[in-house]
């Protein structure tokens, strides 16, 4: 017999005999019957849960029952899905959590880390590659293409994760899985396909782990009648705060100098000479690549030079821009004389990579034009430019509202879709900037606090006496670089100081690496050319260090322990609405008779606050202090918003010390 969800989380159920001193949460046993409920029902819900109530567990154990009963009573899959923003989530799923749980529920089900197919080696690409290899790698190259063919001999998974070297990303390419690369049965290694292994194992799995990134491929996928990801009857959302950035950057569309150079050197090029065409010996072909290098940076050269010119600080393109696109046309050119070439060949093998090229050009060519021409419906436009030895010139677009897609293809689509995150709510307990965002118009609702005792654990300091970021940039500063000195010193250490640009967050390290050097004290910088997880590793170890982060130290980062003590907030972290997605939403907002600011830029910035604030208690151990230095917490009417959307803790306002005046 299934058990319920109250048998797993009662103080005498499965979890508890397994785990004797595994303390059985509340708001975890309120949330798993909550998403028990909407499963049955085939409703949708939106669930917050507080740092510490162990969500993954709250989800996992009504998935896999609902699964395992719709087994038992029908002899049908029920198939789940769950997406998660971070890498590190979806490892903490699949490799301690689910295997956790299928040691301890009386149930059978399967579960798969589902990876996109890129990931996979093609053993026919990489023979293919391995015969041709004079004519497409140098020797660095080639001797990676040796090691794939020889890990490739004993590797069970097939997947670039399970390599045991990072290979160049032109050589992947040349040898990994591709949906236009692909014989499917007839392929003389089908059998032996790491991709199709995988595939089938997925069709054929309960529960699916995916990221955010993938689940939107797919649901873009799907509305041309293809898919990555079998039909599922539950999707599971965590880190939902995430999701109307993420699908926009996936339904949109995004064309760079460098996509075009990389496919046009594939074919050909002409300083190293190698190449598909070089093997082909396509001597007229490998001259209309030349052209095509040539036409290409023209047009991407007068769409920077538009974007310099035009007025528009932000690049946004709000009009058909009256340019020429050779381009599109050459590119379509290229493509049939190689698929006309391929129809002659006896290799079916060497014609499908032929046909794949074909069609990467042919679909660069064609987004070019929809691009150039505007035709997605209630999209933004613009051009972004990046400096630099290696400038590239970006023509982005991205649809003003994800809403109306999602509420389409996805709620109205499938049966139940569990949102869940620790900051999804706004003020006490409102979901409606939220769901509005998302186009989520009925789904329950459920709103769970944190088993910690934030009012012993934290403490919300607030200065006194700061000057107005928007009125005085400059004093506030100036005032914030005395103020780090003063709380960090609270501490002795052991501070993330979170900053919402980049440029105020270099002012301040370059006003304050003297005092630091003076305190004997390791000051760690965002983007200072170490990774973000190199960053958190040394602040880890030396226990007393500051960091100085931006945007992606707001949330994900994880530093249970004395190492971090100390939250400083140096300003409410409002979203500028100079980049063109932004102000276009705002735009709308506008249109529609509402106010901008706050429907969306007030909601939007306390949902951030609370992720930085998050950052401070992790275990139930964990103590220390958050410091918001922007005095409008306490100044401005909708102060008393971003106070309520904290966790409720002592409060402090603090005094500048004068040893730092």
Not at 173 to 200: I, M, Q, W
Not at 357 to 385: C, F, I, P
């Amino acid at each position: 017999m299934i058990p319920s969800v109250a048998d797993v989380f009662a103080p005498d159920g499965f979890i508890a005999r397994r785990l004797p001193q595994y303390e059985i949460r509340s708001e975890q046993a309120d949330m798993a019957a909550a998403v028990e409920a909407a499963i049955e029902q085939q409703k949708h819900l939106v669930v917050e849960a507080g740092t510490g109530v162990g969500k993954s567990f709250a989800y996992l154990v009504p998935c896999i029952l609902a699964a395992a009963r719709r087994q038992e009573t029908e002899g049908k899959t029920r198939r789940i899905v769950i997406s998660t923003h971070t890498i590190s989530l979806q490892e903490q799923l699949i490799s301690r959590d689910i295997p956790f749980l299928n040691s301890i529920l009386p149930v059978e089900f399967s579960a798969a880390l589902v990876k996109g197919r890129g990931n996979y080696l093609s053993l026919r690409r990489m023979y293919a590659a391995k015969d041709r290899g004079g004519s497409l790698f140098e020797s660095e190259e080639e001797q990676q293409l040796r090691s794939i063919v020889r890990w490739a001999e004993d590797s069970y998974d097939g997947s670039l994760a399970d390599l045991n070297f990072s290979p160049l990303s032109h050589v992947w390419d040349e040898v990994r899985s591709e949906h236009g690369n692909c014989l499917g049965k007839k392929c003389p290694t089908y059998k032996d396909c790491f991709y199709y292994r995988a595939r089938r194992r997925v069709w054929n799995t309960d529960v699916l782990i995916v990221n955010h990134a993938l689940f939107f491929a797919d649901l873009a996928l799907r509305r041309e009648g293809a898919s990555v990801l079998p039909d599922y009857d539950v999707a599971v959302f965590d880190e939902a705060h995430t999701l109307e950035d993420v699908a926009a950057s996936h339904l949109g569309m995004s064309l760079s100098t460098g996509q075009f150079n990389y496919q046009f050197n594939k074919l050909y090029n002409d300083r190293s000479g190698k190449g598909l065409l070089i093997h082909h010996n396509l001597v007229e072909e490998q001259k209309l690549v030349a052209h095509l290098r040539i036409v290409t940076e023209m047009l991407f050269d007068e769409l920077d030079q538009w974007r310099e010119t035009s007025g528009s600080k932000n690049g946004r393109v709000r009009r058909v821009l009256d340019v020429q696109n050779e381009v599109s046309s050459t590119i379509h050119d290229l493509a049939l004389r190689l698929r006309t070439f391929a129809a002659d060949l006896n290799d079916e093998g060497q014609q499908v990579e032929l046909h794949s090229s074909a069609d990467r050009l042919d679909a660069m060519g064609t987004s070019l034009v929809t691009w150039l021409k505007q035709r997605q419906e209630d999209a933004v436009y613009w051009v972004e430019a990046t400096s630099g030895r290696m400038r590239s010139v970006k023509l982005m677009s991205s649809p003003v509202d994800v809403g109306a897609t999602l509420r389409d293809e996805l709620f109205n689509q499938v049966p139940t879709v569990i949102l869940t995150s620790a900051t999804l709510a706004v003020g006490k307990q409102d979901f409606s900037f939220f769901r509005q965002r998302i186009g989520l118009s009925k789904a329950n609702e459920v709103q769970l606090g944190s088993p910690f005792d934030y009012e012993n654990q934290a403490t919300l300091v607030l200065p006194d006496q700061m000057p107005d970021p928007g009125d005085r940039p400059a004093e506030y500063e100036l005032a914030v670089v005395k103020r780090i000195q003063q709380h960090v010193n609270d501490t002795t250490g052991g501070a993330f100081v979170l900053f919402t640009s980049y440029r105020m967050l270099q002012n301040c390290a370059r006003r304050l690496s003297s005092w630091f050097a003076s305190q004997n004290r390791l000051l760690l910088c965002q983007g200072d050319g170490l990774q973000r997880s190199t960053l958190l590793e040394r602040f880890r170890k030396d226990g007393e260090a500051v960091l100085f982060g931006t945007e992606t130290f707001w949330q994900g980062v994880d530093v249970p322990g004395d190492a971090l003590k100390n939250v400083i907030i140096t300003k409410l972290p409002f979203s500028v609405p100079d980049h063109p997605l932004l102000e276009a939403r705002v735009e709308r907002i506008r249109e529609q008779g509402g106010n901008p600011f706050t429907e969306y830029q007030v909601p939007e910035a306390a949902i951030k606050l609370r992720q930085g604030f998050g950052r401070l208690i992790r275990t139930a151990t964990d103590t220390g202090q958050v410091v918001i230095l922007d005095p409008r917490m306490r100044t401005k009417p909708y102060g008393r918003l971003f106070l309520e959307s904290l966790p409720v803790c002592r409060r402090v306002v603090s005094r500048l010390d004068p040893q730092f005046q």
